[in-house]
């Protein structure tokens, strides 16, 4: 049996304090235990516990949620050509690096939306997966009872779908008191709410690809809002909902005090390929989704058919520097001006720079993200020290900006610097 | 001392040729006079040749020996990689390196067991007999296999001394050799050649020296130099063996004569030919962590 963990702590600080509702301080911290065992040769398996701890303090209250949740746990069965899985596991699909539209079988946990990177968001789910590999190919089939997305905080949070409304609302000047709740839906595991997958992988000439087909439920990281209890609203300022709303009172109708929340289903077809051109990596995936998730500006949602497609190279240089280079676009098909946040055509850079200094035990990393439709743009500079073997000190800057309507728009106040400890045990 | 054998063949050689002018006429009847000198100077280039047992070697003959050395149809070693800083302070690698050669290709995986924050990682190469090769890393914090462009070569190897291109190997046609002379390293004959890449793109070194051992075909050194000349970093093995019929080398270092830090790679335990499973040498492999 193989023993090991990570105790990661990271701790954040709002650059601005310039909002009577927000988060100035955050600490998350994460305890990992894993243990690998060998039942017999052909029997292997995994037991992890995490406990996950993170708080938000302003200035008018703070907030805490700690859980303790199973990582990775699972069994696997390994014949000559087949492996069978069952359990909690992360399953990635896809060739692309960061930004992916493929890896769709893990939740995001988006509480603190993407100020951590990809592997640190994904979390587990029990999947009975069974893989068989032929001698040019592998066929791999996914399954679960249980209905998954991602996690986000729906009040409360600088990062949550809707912010600090639910105070905003109290505090603010209106003409009568105005409340908002969120209904729900909680679906149970049952056939009638499985996901399931089929995935084909295979190598020609030094081309890696895969096609895929995954029935799932929305994986986007916005709310599917069947039912919005003010009608009349028509939101044009999405970082100022209350300046909207009082424009909007007049004609305002109040059919109560409760959002009502769905979680809908989508089919996902998707392609991707990777290979290596003259010290390039190369990579690209395809999504088509059958119903994604758009919010409306009367804060509804709608399902339209979406495709979008990653494209990314990669390249080390002889200085050290690694260069990572993806660029995206996506088309919401049967798009309408009502849809608040998403241009019916979208487009994005996302660039990684690195570069190690001290035989790499110093790091220099850069991310950063750039909407070329929308002109919103991300980053997150960052320096990591390896100081001992297991131990990563670590801190940055995630700066966020956007022009008004846009998605980042809502996090422009959000622009934070961090320091954090990695431990692994 | 050997080398200068080989010349002395050549030289026999080119004396014996004047000798054997053959007239058109002779060569119309086809029964050259002279074909008695012609044939005795061949036979004695020969000879000497055998006599001297491969000694006769060019600088690309070694490459190839050392690019086809007999490695067992497969291995697996148990290896520490320790790093040591200028002061002295020590950081240890522990891993495991599994090979495997068929007709095809040669395989490498490499898993590191410890420290823990790299603990799971695989490196897995492909070395096709024909030239080409292929690139794999798994990194258990992504839970995915990428497939590594060339350029990754430039890379340095877990906080190492050693970049991703020294633990490959070096396909001989893709470089020029030259045969500097022969020399003694721990008392051991070995043939000096210098290497240096055809294309810029398939090496970060200018070039590099080597001390080949004659009874093996395996480094004893190797000296590596910039692109500006200047000796950059220092391969030396320290001790070798004959273990199950084949050359090992069992301890070795790495030092980056610029920096004054090194890295010493120590087999600590090697099993040749125990037929390894050839689905070990895959990506299902790789990500079994």
């Not at chain 2, 490695?71 to 040591?84: P, V």
């Not at chain 2, 040669?106 to 924050?117: G, Q, T």
């Amino acid at each position: 049996m193989d023993l090991s963990g990570t105790f990661l702590s990271r701790g954040t600080l709002d650059l601005t304090h310039d909002r009577p509702l927000e988060d100035q301080t955050s600490d998350r911290e994460y305890l990992k235990v894993e243990a690998r065992f060998d039942l017999s040769e052909r029997l292997e398996g995994k037991l992890g516990l995490r406990l996950d701890r993170l708080a938000f303090y302003g200035n008018h209250n703070g907030r805490e949620e700690t859980r303790l949740e199973f990582w990775e746990s699972y069994l696997r069965f390994l014949g000559k050509n087949t492996e069978v899985t069952v359990g909690n596991q992360i399953i990635r699909w896809g060739k692309a690096d960061e930004i992916t539209v493929l890896d769709n079988l893990t939740w995001q946990d988006l509480r603190e939306l993407f100020t951590w990177r990809l592997e640190e968001r994904e979390r587990p789910w029990p999947w009975l997966r069974v893989q068989h590999f032929f001698q040019n190919f592998t066929l791999e089939g996914v399954f679960t009872l249980w209905p998954m997305w991602p996690k986000r905080d729906d009040f409360d949070s600088d990062w949550a779908v809707f912010d600090h409304l639910r105070l905003a609302l109290k505090r603010a000047p209106l003409p009568f008191p105005l409340e908002i709740d969120l209904d729900k839906q909680k679906l149970s595991p049952s056939l009638r709410n499985s996901e399931f997958g089929l995935r084909l992988q295979g190598v020609f000439r030094e081309v890696d690809w895969e096609i895929s087909f995954l029935h799932a439920h929305n994986r986007s990281f916005y709310y599917y809002v069947r039912r919005f209890p003010l009608r009349g609203l028509d939101i044009e300022h999405p970082a100022e909902p209350i300046k909207d709303l009082r424009a909007a009172f007049p004609n305002l109708r109040i059919l109560g005090n409760t959002a009502r929340i769905d979680r809908p289903q989508d089919n996902i077809l998707g392609f991707a390929f990777e290979t290596t051109w003259r010290g390039l990596g190369l990579r690209g995936e395809f999504a088509y989704h059958t119903g994604r998730v758009f919010m409306k500006k009367d804060l509804e949602s709608v399902q339209k058919p979406y495709w979008r497609y990653v494209l990314g190279l990669d390249y080390r240089f002889e200085n050290g520097l690694y260069l990572n280079l993806q660029f995206l676009q996506q088309h919401i098909l049967g798009w309408s001006e009502k849809i608040l946040f998403d241009p019916e055509y979208d487009s994005y850079i996302f660039l990684r720079l690195s570069k190690g200094f001290l035989r790499d035990f110093l790091e220099l990393r850069l991310d950063g993200t750039y909407g070329i439709t929308t002109r919103i743009y991300y980053l997150n500079p960052e320096i990591a020290y390896k100081f001992r073997d297991n131990w990563e000190l670590f801190g940055g800057f995630h700066l966020i900006d956007g022009p008004k309507g846009t998605f980042f728009d809502v996090y422009d106040n959000n622009d934070q610097v961090y320091l954090g400890l990695k431990i692994s045990f | 001392m050997l080398w200068d054998g080989c010349q002395a063949v050549a030289e026999i050689a080119l004396v014996a040729l004047p000798s054997t002018n053959i007239t058109k006429k002779e060569e119309a009847l086809g029964a050259p006079k002279s074909f008695k000198p012609v044939f005795l100077a061949c036979f004695v280039i020969f000879f000497l040749c055998g006599v001297k047992a491969g000694l006769c070697l060019t600088a690309e003959e070694i490459a190839w020996k050392v690019y086809n050395r007999p490695i067992g149809k497969d291995s697996e070693a148990q290896t520490l990689m320790i790093l040591i800083d200028a002061k002295g302070r020590e950081k240890v690698r522990e891993m495991k390196i599994f090979n495997r050669e068929d007709e095809k290709a040669r395989y490498m995986l490499v898993r590191f067991l410890s420290p823990k924050d790299i603990a799971g990682t695989a490196f897995l190469a492909i070395s096709y007999h024909k030239g080409g090769d292929e690139q794999f890393l798994y990194l258990p914090a992504l839970k995915r296999t990428r497939r590594i462009a060339g350029s990754f070569r430039f890379h340095r190897f877990v906080n190492s001394d050693f970049f991703y291109e020294d633990l490959t190997r070096r396909y001989p046609p893709k470089y020029h050799h030259e045969l500097l002379g022969e020399e003694e390293i721990q008392n051991t004959p070995c043939w000096v050649i210098k290497s240096w890449p055809k294309n810029k793109k398939d090496s970060i070194y200018g070039y590099w020296i080597e001390w080949i051992i004659k009874d093996g075909f395996f480094h004893a050194r190797i000296d590596y130099y910039d692109r500006k000349g200047k000796l950059w970093k220092r391969l030396s093995s320290r001790r070798w063996e004959k273990i199950q019929g084949y050359w090992t080398i069992l301890d070795s270092e790495m030092e980056d004569l610029k920096k004054k830090h090194k890295t010493v790679l120590k087999v600590q335990k090697i099993i040749y030919d125990q037929g390894l499973d050839p689905r070990l040498f895959t990506r299902r492999s790789l990500e079994r962590w």
